[in-house]
Antibody
Framework: EVQLEESGGGLVQPGGSLRLSCAASEFILSDHYMDWVRQAPGKGLEWVGR??????????EYAADVKGRFTISRDDSNNSLHLQMNSLNIDDTAVYYCVRNAKGDYYFDLWGQGTLVTVSS | DIQMTQSPSSVSASVGDRLTITCRAS??????LAWFQQKPGKAPKSLIYGASRLQSGVPSRFSASGSGTDFTLTISSLQPEDFATYYCQHHKSYPLTFGGGTKVEIK
């Protein structure tokens, strides 16, 4: 089955770090632009960042709120995507989704189930 | 940044009703507009891309239109499984932004 599965969420103290992973099944991740989107408890959706596909050198874009703190990377050997989150603060508490863009295009077509990150002392 | 404004923020409707949700962009986004459906405790699901194109597997009772700054999502005959929150999103430029959501509840 074509799917995305996130992992790595959990409880972290303010100022701490966490690394999320997103494993892709039944498709080649490197062919697609990939995004991270988050949703704070009871709130709407917020874009976090993007990595372009291999053909576009995996270049990245980030939301202003996370630029310089979050880093998106890929592991082609494991067909996976990562989100390294540093200097976490309470406002980063959210469910984090990895999202695939349609092949050769720039719209979302497949979402993972999400992983919860809680930043609290 | 491009701001996306949805209306209404919530609506009560009955099974069989026709429902229209609107989304307005603060700048021209052409047809770089998508719609998503999210049920409580679940991940969003992609419904519409390119302002009016249905994602594979989306029922034909869903339709969408618009370009530039004004967009609509219509459900022709609400079914029980359609009660959810709907979000619009532009992908014209960075940062990508979402509307605040429209919660569709059962009357």
């Amino acid at each position: 089955e074509v799917q995305l599965e996130e992992s790595g969420g959990g409880l972290v103290q303010p100022g701490g770090s966490l690394r999320l992973s997103c494993a892709a099944s039944e498709f080649i991740l490197s062919d697609h632009y990939m995004d991270w989107v988050r949703q704070a408890p009871g709130k709407g959706l917020e874009w976090v960042g993007r990595t372009r596909n291999k053909a576009n050198s995996y270049t990245t874009e980030y939301a202003a709120d996370v630029k310089g703190r979050f880093t998106i990377s890929r592991d082609d050997s494991n067909n996976s995507l990562h989100l390294q989150m540093n200097s976490l603060n309470i406002d980063d508490t959210a469910v984090y989704y990895c999202v695939r863009n349609a092949k050769g295009d720039y719209y979302f077509d497949l979402w993972g189930q999400g992983t919860l990150v809680t930043v609290s002392s | 940044d491009i701001q996306m404004t949805q209306s209404p923020s919530s609506v009560s409707a009955s099974v069989g009703d026709r429902l229209t949700i609107t989304c307005r962009a603060s700048q021209d986004v052409g047809n770089s507009l998508a719609w998503f459906q999210q049920k409580p405790g679940k991940a969003p699901k992609s419904l519409i891309y390119g302002a009016s194109r249905l994602q594979s597997g989306v029922p034909s009772r869903f339709s969408a239109s618009g370009s530039g700054t004004d967009f609509t999502l219509t459900i022709s005959s609400l079914q029980p499984e359609d009660f959810a929150t709907y979000y619009c999103q532009h992908h014209k430029s960075y940062p990508l932004t979402f509307g605040g959501g429209t919660k569709v509840e059962i009357k």
